[in-house]
């Protein structure tokens, strides 16, 4: 075990120990101890990125079930180093900011908070730096698993639990559609390892099953990562603590499924089913998001509808970049892999923005005492550091220079740009799709970034609606947004300065083969490009925008526009009344809870699937040729017998029904005489006489059989499953006595008949064989007999009357 | 009980004509129809037959057998034979038979699988018994 999976294990480690420091420091806030470990391994994971940025890869064993290959290896490459920063650089950033925001340490339950945080910091490790698919899927789980505890943190809010719910159904229902699709990958290579799968990439490419495979991957990937329709859980999962929702629902977690895409890219990426899928979903997803941000009067929910946004802008950026497989750089250049490049960028930068924006959320949240924007305003003059990070924080989602947003959008424009320039998949004719939708999803993003900005920050300021005293947020809180808003700032001035760091061996690590080897991505970000087409569109962007912005007012009247809640709940909501009242129905329909229904069903079930298999192997037979001669007193008890079986449904009374049983029993006790076993005759006649004897003393208290009224129906429906029963076993047995004869088998009463005198002693068989040869049988039957009657002495002695205390 | 003079001396009779017909069924099991399973149930019905006949109380104090403890001597020597075959090195429950002259029966054919058989008689005589006591006696 190296110290790599050391570090993955930490946060875990750590978790266990929370509630300890939480209990016995109770001067100290448990957060500054959390704190410590992801500055730590921030700073590990920094000593990396001069190894990374030179191509070098790290790769470390361990195994664990390694006959199932599964094993936990650890892989560390661009992608995974970046996930790793992001993970560790933000989760620092909102344990601090944690800290002050859950300040009261009597009322919140800081060891539950840090365990799960610390849980999913774990997971999310293990998920970027796993080498082996079911390690990842089981981190995987695990993110899902604390995402949820953190979403119902506040677990007396109803909203908290539905939140959670939520979604809990809808990323674990992916992630096992993801476990499938796993399985899928390694029934066509034969291995877990997420290297040695992309090394058989054609393999998969040609398999019946990579269709299915693919789909059941990127089910769990757009559900983690909240893309059209499984976005609906993200703007619930608002109820959660501000930095939950800052570090999971913007950083880290729903870019799980972005990672995954990513990772797979170099897998399924070659077809075009991948290419439309992927940015198909990402780019309606991106307008989706950003109309629907629009209509929200919640600031958490425009964040989380803007998240969703910009999770589907990179979804769709990674799809185009998948086209670079088919092109040849040499020839190109880098005309196709810019959307590669544009989506690790926006996937970095929006992690610093939208982390920023929703600790400015939060912060306004905490002094304001509400998310409202119609009851928000003017809080420029009174939280002016709120507001100075707001507005870098706002300006860069909305894409304005010189931010870092700017650039990411710039570069998404380029390569929407460079979708329609493709001769692949139809793109002469449907490209033309990509940079019109993402033109006007980008109209829509910056509207309501500046709705969102001045509705809190502008205007009046209204303190008849707040219930607190407004003042600016403690130092504390305001720290982690100020970095951020920071890296926002110089990542926007000097955006090379990831460039080779980070930013090229991830493009290495998603798009693996597309260069020559010794060949690297160069990648070079610089603002001003001259008077292209996407700096028209960014001016048009700005001002439609405002237009939209400024005919708010209009558009409120509209009512699709007042509508906040997403459609698509309607859908999740009642699929899950109806599942529900759908089972209850199923199960309401055959558990009736009456035994002689429950009897039908197994019976009909038996006759079923007896007939069904005759049929099916055609194996009934009637063989007449071997059947003996029937004596005369056979026929006669064989007649009497009947004639009492079908007798004893009609009897309406219970003695004469016991003593019809009895002569029944009597009758097969003479049968066993004609058909000469006179030690089971013997044993008949006494077991049937003790019998008769036990039920005439248990009977004797009943009361009269009462005749039950039944429908025809019920009585029709008794009537053929009856008849069935008797058909089938008698077909069963004839055809199993022609068998017998067609192919014969040794019985081993032979070796009865010829040995039981010689080994045993005995002369009779019968009984040589029940003591002797089978001796255990008659034992453990003789058991049964005594654990029956103890039986009935424990019932009849022990009248529990429920009181006692057993 | 009202003129069961009749009753009880047949009983008095046919009882113990009933229970020498078990014995023998028991010890004719080796090689004529019979053994323990039917002797103990032909036994249960001459006993059964006192029972009737007579009332509960007198016959509990004439035969003061506690069925639940027969029925455990029973499993016990089943068992217990079973167990005398493994210290000998055999398998489970391996018979032993072997012909002995005994002083008053003359040449006779000792076996283990008569003890077996006489622990399944015990159980049986003792499951039935107590079944049907227990459900004659319960009042409530």
Same mark, same amino acid.
């Given at each position: 075990?190296?110290?790599l ?7 875990f ?13 109770? @001067? +100290? ?18 000593q990396?990125?001069p190894?990374?940025?030179r ?5 470390? @064993? ?11 290896d ?6 995974g180093?970046?996930f ?7 989760g ?5 900011y ?17 365990v ?8 999310m ?11 990842l899927y ?6 899902s698993?604390?995402?949820?505890l ?13 939140g959670? @719910?939520?979604?809990?159904l ?11 699709g ?10 877990f ?9 054609d ?11 693919m ?7 757009f ?16 109820e959660?603590?501000t ?11 729903v ?11 170099p897998?399924?990426g070659?077809t ?14 991106l ?20 998240t969703?946004s910009?999770?589907?802008?990179i979804m ?16 190109v ?5 810019t959307?590669t490049?544009?989506?690790v960028?926006?996937l ?7 982390g920023?924006?929703?600790m400015?959320v ?24 709120t ?21 990411s ?9 460079n979708?329609?320039?493709?001769d692949?998949?139809?793109? @002469? ?17 910056f ?20 219930e ?17 808003a920071s ?7 000097f ?10 061996p ?9 260069l ?8 070079n ?9 996407e ?8 001002i439609?925008?405002?237009l939209?912005?400024l ?6 009247? +509209? ?13 999740y ?8 009242n759908?089972s209850?129905?199923?199960?309401n329909?055959q ?14 079930f038996?006759i ?16 007449l040729?071997n +059947? ?10 064989v ?25 029944i ?6 049968l066993?005489?004609?058909?000469r ?24 208290h ?7 009224k ?10 053929v ?11 069963t047995a ?8 067609a192919?014969?088998?040794q019985?081993i009463?032979?070796?009865f ?7 045993a002693?005995?002369?009779n068989?019968v009984?040589v ?7 255990l ?13 103890l ?6 002695k022990l009248?529990m009357?429920?009181k006692?205390d057993? | ?23 023998f069924l ?8 019979g ?7 032909m ?16 016959i509990?104090?004439?035969i ?8 455990a001597t029973?499993m ?18 391996t ?7 005994l002083?008053?029966?003359?040449e006779t ?8 058989d ?17 459900i004659?006696?319960d009042?409530?």
């Amino acid at each position: 075990m190296s110290l790599l999976h050391l570090v993955i294990l930490a946060p875990f480690v750590l978790a266990i120990l929370v509630p300890f420091l939480y209990k016995y420091v109770r @001067q +100290v806030h448990t957060g500054w101890f959390v704190m410590i470990l992801p500055l730590t391994l921030f700073i590990y994971f920094l000593q990396f990125l001069p190894m990374i940025s030179r191509g070098e890869t790290i790769y470390e @064993q361990q195994p664990w079930i390694p006959s199932l290959g599964i094993n936990f290896d650890v892989y560390v490459d661009g992608l995974g180093l970046l996930f790793g920063l992001l993970i560790t650089g933000i989760g620092t950033l909102v344990v601090l900011y944690s800290i002050y925001y859950l300040y009261n340490k009597k009322k919140e339950s800081l060891h539950n908070f840090y365990v799960y945080l610390l849980m999913f910091m774990g997971a999310m490790l293990g998920v970027v730096f796993s080498d082996n698919l079911m390690t990842l899927y089981i981190f995987w789980e695990l993110t899902s698993l604390a995402s949820s505890l953190l979403i119902a943190y506040w677990f007396h809010k109803e909203r908290s639990r539905y939140g959670a @719910q939520k979604s809990m159904l809808i990323t674990v229902s992916g992630g096992f559609a993801m476990l499938a699709g796993f399985s899928l990958l390694y029934v066509m290579t034969n291995t877990f390892s997420i290297r040695e799968i992309i090394a058989q990439a054609d393999v998969i490419v040609t398999s019946p099953l990579f269709i299915p495979a693919m789909l059941l991957v990127l089910a769990g990937a757009f559900t983690k990562s909240a893309q059209f329709p499984f976005h609906i859980w993200l703007p619930d999962a608002m109820e959660a603590p501000t930095p939950v929702s800052a570090y999971l629902h913007s950083a880290t977690m729903v870019k799980a499924g972005i990672y995954l895409v990513a990772r797979l890219t170099p897998v399924f990426g070659i077809t075009q089913h991948w290419f439309w899928i992927v940015s198909g979903f990402g780019i309606f997803t991106l307008i989706w998001g950003s109309v629907s941000a629009i209509r929200q009067k919640d600031l958490k929910a425009i964040l989380a509808f803007s998240t969703i946004s910009q999770l589907g802008l990179i979804m769709a950026l990674l799809g185009l970049g998948s086209a670079a497989f088919h092109y040849d750089v040499a020839v190109v250049g880098t005309l196709y892999y810019t959307a590669t490049l544009a989506a690790v960028f926006h996937l970095i930068n929006h992690a610093t923005f939208k982390g920023s924006l929703f600790m400015i959320v939060g912060i306004v949240d905490h002094e304001t005492g509400t998310r409202d924007i119609r009851k928000l305003g003017g809080l420029m003059a009174i939280m002016p550091i709120t507001f100075t990070v707001a507005l870098i924080g706002t300006l860069s989602m909305a894409g304005v220079p010189p931010f870092n947003g700017f650039l990411s959008k710039e570069m998404f424009f380029t390569a929407a740009l460079n979708a329609t320039t493709m001769d692949i998949f139809n793109m @002469q004719t449907l490209g033309i799709l990509f940079p019109v939708i993402a033109w006007i999803a980008s109209i829509f993003t910056f509207a309501y970034c500046i709705l969102m900005f001045s509705r809190t920050f502008l205007g009046k300021f209204k303190p008849e609606k707040l219930e607190k005293e407004v003042h600016e947020a403690p130092i504390g809180l305001l720290i982690p947004p100020i970095v951020l808003a920071s890296l926002v700032v110089i990542f926007g001035l000097f955006p090379n300065l990831l460039a080779y760091s980070i930013i090229e061996p991830t493009m290495a690590s998603i798009l693996p083969n597309v260069l020559a080897d010794g060949e690297r991505f160069y990648v070079n970000i610089y603002h001003w490009h001259g008077f292209n087409t996407e700096l028209f569109m960014t001016i048009g962007v700005v001002i439609f925008g405002s237009l939209i912005y400024l005919n708010l007012k209009k558009w409120a009247e +509209v009512n699709w526009f007042l509508r906040e809640r997403d459609p698509l709940n309607w859908v999740y909501d009642n699929s899950l009344v109806w599942t529900v009242n759908g089972s209850i129905k199923v199960t309401n329909m055959q558990m009736t809870g009456l035994l002689r229904d429950y009897f039908v069903f197994m019976t009909v079930f038996i006759i079923g699937l007896m007939g069904y298999t005759m049929i099916k192997y055609n194996i009934f037979a009637i063989d007449l040729a071997n +059947v003996a001669e029937v004596s005369p007193y056979v026929l006669i008890l064989v007649i009497v017998l009947l004639a009492t079986t079908v007798l004893l449904p009609f009897i309406s009374h219970r003695i004469t029904a016991i003593v019809a049983t009895g002569v029944i029993g009597f009758l097969i006790a003479l049968l066993f005489v004609v058909f000469r076993a006179p030690d089971l005759a013997l044993t008949q006649l006494l077991v049937e006489t003790v019998m008769v004897v036990l039920f005439l003393l248990a009977f004797y208290h009943l009361p009269e059989l009462r005749k039950e009224k039944f429908t025809p129906r019920f009585k029709l429906t008794n009537l053929v499953v009856s008849i069935g029963v008797g058909l089938v076993i008698t077909l069963t047995a004839l055809s199993a006595h022609a068998f017998s004869h067609a192919n014969p088998i040794q019985p081993i009463s032979d070796y009865f008949v010829k040995n039981s005198y010689e080994l045993a002693g005995g002369k009779n068989m019968v009984n040589v064989i029940l003591v002797d040869f089978r001796g255990l049988d008659t034992m453990l039957e003789v058991l049964v007999l005594a654990i029956a009657a103890l039986g009935i002495v424990v019932l009849i002695k022990l009248r529990m009357t429920g009181k006692e205390d057993v | 009980m009202k003129s069961s003079l009749m009753l009880h001396t047949i009983t008095r009779i046919v009882a113990f004509i009933i229970l020498s017909f078990s014995v023998f069924l028991f010890f004719a099991g080796h090689n004529n129809p019979g053994g323990g399973f039917i002797g103990g149930l032909m036994t249960a019905a001459g006993l059964l037959l006192l029972y009737v006949s007579f009332d509960l109380k007198t016959i509990k104090r004439v035969i003061p057998f506690n069925y639940t403890t027969m029925i455990a001597t029973g499993m016990l020597l089943a068992i217990g034979t079973g167990v005398v075959s493994m210290f000998l090195g055999d398998a489970y429950l391996t018979q032993y038979f072997d012909y002995f002259q005994l002083p008053i029966l003359g040449e006779t054919e000792l076996t283990t699988a008569l003890p077996f058989d006489l622990g399944i008689y015990l159980v049986v005589v003792g499951v039935a018994l107590l079944s049907i006591l227990t459900i004659a006696e319960d009042d409530a």
